[in-house]
């Protein structure tokens, strides 16, 4: 295997990583610091920041492609209580 192939696994593994830990996190099922104490916290979003509706879209994109439809509807539901929460 030539390095480039390796760096490129590494890279989607990296960002097969970052999508299920902002899942954990969106979702609920783990805290930031849960996750950091677990695997280091690689995510595709900037934890300081508001999280943009665009990222609970990516991740829904990005599952359903998996076909992880239960993990799909959890995030859709995550989204509408954060806009709920602030809108209200």
């Known amino acids: ?6 760096m490129e696994k590494d890279d989607a593994e990296l960002y097969e990583e970052s999508m299920e830990n902002a899942y954990l996190i969106l979702t609920d099922k783990l805290t930031a ?17 508001e999280v943009e509706d665009s990222v609970y879209d990516d991740l829904i994109d990005y599952f ?25």
């Open 1 to 6: 295997m030539k390095l480039t192939e390796s």
């Open 33 to 49: 610091n849960d996750l950091f104490d677990y695997n280091g916290c690689y995510l595709p979003y900037n934890p300081k920041k």
């Open 64 to 88: 359903c492609s998996l076909e992880e439809y239960e993990k799909c509807s959890e995030i859709k539901n995550a989204k509408e209580v954060r806009n709920l929460i602030k809108n209200s």
